[in-house]
């Protein structure tokens, strides 16, 4: 059923955004200095979102499907509002999720996606293993092969990922390789790899920069064998779209790990946004209140023309994000890439935004007493991680002019 967009929100999205806003409020925000010092998951946090129904399966499914679109985006926006770190280990687990949901079968979704969740008292999480050592932007540059056993119905897989969110801790692994090498990125799947799986380990634990609560790590995958039902959408799928690409040069279908990023743009661009927000709202409360020279520093044009167009810029993401996922839910093409745009724009705002949000605080804004430093530090990844910038303007550029630009 198509919708007709609208600026303003319906009674079901208010009540979504007021819930995870007081979720964040209370529970995320006052945790947040904690778990970035500490630079571990916030399996406490989590057991809390879960007891509230914010991480599950029913909470995201929902909203994935809300007519609007709207649903993911909101909730992502008020979430990491809260904090970014704790904000993406509520929501790493989705975007495993999210590579199930575009790739698997809906036999698959239904035996799989309630185990990459758990319940409260035993929370699960999921990890989707897409980047290498050699292969971040460059998917074609993939080398973790996955090689069928056709005496035992089984698929081995042999590789090293990284960067991965939850990578190592999660009990599901969505891992994406090679099964052709001769065809780069139209030769690769996806697969599940089911818990405690022999042959899969965490490999390095990477302290960041930024979003320091959300667990990032190598994983080593080494002759690690997983049932034939395991390769997900199935392998007559496969073998019929490899079949495509080696008679047409064209797969037919999107890449395993691209069709996953496509349904995840607008909701990470929403994700800086609430960065952005949160770093914006301190800002100006700091603004009104901080006195130089007998008044308050936002009775200065410097200041106030610096926060109007940051709060400019945040609202502008925002409508950009709300677009795209209204596009995706309609099931409209992105004839402009809205997409990759919604993410750059987003992500840019955040690290400007949050950049100009410490100079405002001057040398506080520089110390932990206050948290605009710890979100200037989470807004960087935005610019960098599900694809970067540089190739979100590649997606933007190919998309406007019809040519291959490289």
């Keep these: 059923m198509t919708t007709t967009p609208s600026f303003e929100l319906g009674p079901d999205n208010l009540e979504l955004r007021d819930w995870v806003h007081t979720f964040a409020a209370d529970v995320v925000r006052p945790a947040a200095a904690e778990w ?22 029913d909470f995201f499914a929902t909203q994935a499907f809300e007519e609007t679109g709207l649903g993911i985006p909101i909730a992502m926006e008020e979430l990491f509002w809260g904090d970014a770190g704790i904000g993406l280990s509520v929501a790493g687990t989705a975007l495993a999720a999210a590579g199930l949901q575009a790739n698997g079968t809906p036999e698959q979704l239904t035996e799989w996606a309630p185990q990459m969740f758990g319940e409260p008292g035993d929370i699960k999480v999921a990890a989707f293993c897409s980047s290498e050592p050699d292969a971040g932007s460059d998917v074609g540059a993939m080398r973790t092969r996955a090689t069928y056993d056709e005496a035992t119905d089984e698929w081995v897989l042999n590789g090293n990922k990284t960067w991965a969110t939850n990578g190592g801790l999660a009990d599901i692994h969505i891992v994406t390789a090679v099964v052709d090498p001769e065809l780069r990125a139209r030769g690769q799947a996806s697969f599940l790899v089911p818990p405690k799986t022999k042959g899969l380990s965490q490999g390095q634990k990477f302290l960041k920069h930024g979003i320091r609560a959300s667990h990032t790590a190598e994983v080593v995958l080494d002759q690690v064998r997983i049932p034939g039902s395991c390769l997900l959408g199935g392998k007559e799928k496969l ?30 661009g929403a994700q800086a946004i609430g960065i952005a927000r949160a770093a914006y709202e301190i800002a100006l409360d700091y603004a009104k209140t901080r006195e130089q020279f007998g008044k308050p520093i936002i009775e200065n044009q410097a200041i106030a023309f610096t926060l109007a167009d940051m709060a400019t810029s945040i609202e502008a993401s925002r409508l950009l994000v709300w677009r795209a996922a209204w596009l995706a839910r309609q099931g409209k093409a992105f004839d402009l890439a809205e997409g990759s745009m919604s993410k750059l724009f987003a992500g840019e705002t955040a690290v400007r935004v949050t950049e100009r949000a410490m100079q405002i605080l001057g040398g506080n804004g520089y110390t932990r007493d206050y948290p605009v430093e710890r979100m200037a530090r989470d807004a960087k990844i935005y610019t960098i991680f599900e694809g970067t910038s540089e190739i979100q303007r590649l997606v933007i550029a190919r998309t406007i002019s019809g040519m291959t630009i490289r």
């Design 36 to 57: 970035d010092e500490r630079e571990e998951f916030p399996w406490p946090v989590l057991e809390e979102a879960a007891k509230v129904g914010l991480y599950s399966l």
């Design 239 to 268: 073998d019929a779209r490899l079949a495509r690409a080696r008679e047409t040069g064209r797969s037919g279908a999107a890449n395993a790990s691209m069709a996953t990023f496509e349904r995840t743009r607008p909701a990470v």
